[in-house]
């Protein structure tokens, strides 16, 4: 999870140093590892349903 938040801030900030090759691994590549930390990411901050 840290090298996807390390990648984002990259992304986001750092402009000139994104590295085009590593964006393209990571999409290409590394899909399925980033889904399943989306997906924990969003599971751990989702609410319960309020009662009816």
Do not use: F
């Amino acid at each position: 999870m840290h090298k996807l938040i390390g990648m984002r801030n990259v992304l986001i900030h750092g402009y000139a140093q994104v590295n085009n090759l590593t964006v393209w691994r990571t999409a290409t590549q590394h899909l399925d590892d980033v889904l399943s930390v989306v997906e924990a990411l969003l599971a751990a901050t989702e609410q319960p349903d309020p009662p009816a």
